[in-house]
């Protein structure tokens, strides 16, 4: 935090010599960090100073700040960063920017770098072949081991990260992978095909980046080959860009649950955040409108007993609440691919019985609290049923909301819960309220 | 899908061949999940399988899942997993059972195996230390690049996944780390340490898990050397243990919000899971009873005009949602060091301009809807109020709770949230209520 602070202060006060000290001392990532951390005019009065080097901090940031930056910058500058990078890095922030500008980047290029990108930007963002890096070091399986050393000590620049070389046949086709390991603890004279391993099988340029990133971590690999359909190696994923897939994965369905884009800028000028959050609040407007409408229906009940008003949000908070226990627990296990069609029938089951045992368990606690507050023992009993009935309900919506939106194509991870309290509100006013209508009047 | 749907098949007519075959196909961590998927019958009934080997699918197996399985466990068979493993992936299944039987296991093992194992149990679970391998290959300063290859080649067993050998001086402290890569790209005269890359910092035993990852994250390492006090090479970390942290601490956040425990097992028993969600259902009752009591102290207002009841659950909900949307950003924030005391108060302003801003947006519309629906002007007028109060301060709720959370040491991924919506709740009634009684009255 100290840095960070220190930086803070430093640029408050406009300290040219003091700030320079300070970046020079942070890591790109962390350098990276600070410009997120930043108001936007402090954001970009950093941005401009001289010892920022575009091209180490751009894949470090994140994609809506980055965008920001990027918009503001010279077509030029943005073409020396991109070709200074990683080929998976530059594709990356390549992506993010409107294709116009996309298209002007890559005419800028040398035709090298436009060819690899090129090759790369095919692929959609978030498939094998959109985060793969396409900069590879290809062997042959009748190689010796002593050539392939030879070869390596020859190259002057290699990939950064090289753990493995790929092995191909003379087709390019992938063959298998040859750990440097294997290399140095063989004996010179084996061929590549006698050392190499072909347990790890190459993953499809067109499998989706959530599957590579549980393949990953499944299997625990540090790297994996990249194919197209005809088996041609295309490049390989490291571990590294599999990491940012699962945090932005994770996000994604943190920041969705309130309506928020998994990158989010904290520091976005207020009326953009603003613009940003209001959809979100408009459509919770409309079902709570839709609650207050069911309510709406009671209203002479509602005038004949004021405890209703007062006790029928117990009953739709805790039906919401039970609901999304079972909708997290849900979500959860679709995303790790643990729910098929023989075990769903088994978990809507166990979550029906625990919600019938909830909602037992509190239907008689809170009957007793509304016995003793309003010493009426219907009422206690009609508020008792209501829970419990409202407490089933969200059990099933729980299970079955995040199937059904799947299947409308809708993404459980936005639309889930707001469905879910939408449900719960309307069953908890609906029921106490309907049943009080015919019962207590 | 496939694979899951045919073995939960085969398991419910007790095809034994069947299963056996489907088994046999299965890397480790698909067994480790499809025994996830299964209800805990049929979990136990796989798990005795002969050719199911509890030291290759244990460390794959989710926390609470694999107590269950490991209770049930011999401490015979326990001790033969746990010395098949890596010693990171022991450390991690013994730091799961209770004191006692870890202390049998350990004393059951050969000598060896209890002193490496009891080096790395010292260090808390969730610290660098907990989180290391201690099996680690290491090389002097002074060898020649010759030398590291034929003691390379001399080796019979190398740890797995080593892509790079830590470099310790003779009093065994680290001093750098020397790539597989820079061995085979580099004229094999050259000693270890002109080779050797001291960039990376050796990570303290005694950092958090979180920080750890962060670290990883940042700098993309692969690996990264752990060291104690006196700066003694004690293991290292590698990313495949820091993808874990990160799917947990997401999980945490994600399920934190809803009471449930990052670990949880969607197939445990019903009355387990029944238990485990009760307490959450018990605090939200308590908070839903308390805004209760807050609405029963406006009851006479209520009777005399049943449309607030109708209104109020809107007032309150919307306030929810947008403290939600500013809780969530400042959690995220919080989680990646990103807010500081300097920015602090820069973000409270902003997140309070947000809320005013909405709040009027918001206020207009619903004032316009109830002016309609009611036909009362005055009624229109006080719920927008209402709804600019109840916005405004979940607002300031949502950037001030974690922070309190913090310094009360609760964590705000569990408690933020029910903390938020209580006082948006009370808060929402209160100021319909209140200024209803005051105004309309």
């Given at each position: ?185 063989n004996t010179p004279k084996f061929t590549v095909s006698q050392v190499m ?143 098929s069609n023989t075990n769903i029938i088994w978990l809507l089951k166990k ?91």
């Amino acid at each position: 935090m100290t840095t960070l602070d220190s930086l803070h202060e430093a640029l408050n006060n406009g300290i040219k010599a003091e700030i320079n000290n300070i970046i020079n001392e942070l890591h790109p990532s962390e350098i990276a960090d600070v410009l997120e951390s930043l108001p936007i005019k402090q954001r970009f009065e950093l941005w401009q100073l001289k010892n920022i080097d575009p091209g180490d901090i751009l894949p470090h940031i994140s994609e809506n700040v980055r965008l920001e930056l990027m918009l503001n910058m010279p077509i030029a500058n943005i073409t020396v960063a991109a070709e200074n990078m990683a080929i998976d890095d530059a594709v990356d922030i390549l992506q993010n920017l409107p294709d116009e500008i996309v298209e002007k980047v890559l005419q800028a290029m040398n035709w090298r770098h436009r060819q690899r990108l090129t090759q790369v930007l095919f692929y959609p963002k978030d498939s094998a072949g959109g985060l793969m890096n396409t900069d590879v070091l290809t062997v042959r399986m009748e190689m010796t081991l002593k050539m392939v050393s030879y070869y390596l000590r020859r190259l002057k620049q290699l990939p950064e990260k090289t753990d493995v070389l790929m092995v191909v046949d003379c087709n390019n086709c992938y063959r298998g992978m040859l750990s440097l390991l294997d290399i140095l603890t063989n004996t010179p004279k084996f061929t590549v095909s006698q050392v190499m391993s072909s347990e790890i099988e190459p993953i499809s340029a067109h499998l989706s980046a959530h599957d590579v990133a549980i393949l990953f971590e499944q299997r625990d690999l540090l790297s994996a080959p990249v194919v197209d359909e005809q088996g041609y190696l295309m490049g390989r994923i490291t571990v590294d860009d599999v990491v940012d897939v699962i945090r932005s994965e994770a996000d994604h369905h943190l920041m969705g649950q309130a309506g928020l884009d998994g990158d989010d800028d904290m520091f976005a000028p207020i009326l953009t955040t603003m613009k940003d959050r209001a959809l979100w609040l408009g459509v919770n407007l409309a079902t709570a409108f839709l609650a207050a409408y069911v309510i709406g229906l009671f209203s002479t009940t509602l005038e004949q007993m004021v405890a209703l008003a007062i006790l029928m949000p117990v009953v739709a908070s805790m039906g919401g609440i039970a609901g999304s226990q079972t909708l997290t627990i849900v979500i959860r296990g679709m995303a790790l691919n643990q729910i098929s069609n023989t075990n769903i029938i088994w978990l809507l089951k166990k979550e029906l019985a625990v919600g019938l045992l909830n909602g037992m368990i509190w239907a008689i606690v809170v009957a007793l609290i509304a016995i003793v507050w309003f010493s009426n023992v219907k009422l206690g009993i009609i508020i008792g049923c209501a829970l419990l009935i409202n407490l089933s309900l969200a059990a099933l919506s729980g299970v079955f909301i995040p199937f059904i939106l799947r299947r409308l194509s809708i993404d459980p991870a936005l639309a889930a819960g707001v469905t879910l309290t939408t449900i719960t509100d309307i069953i908890g006013f609906g029921t106490l309220l309907g049943l009080a209508t015919i019962f207590l009047l």
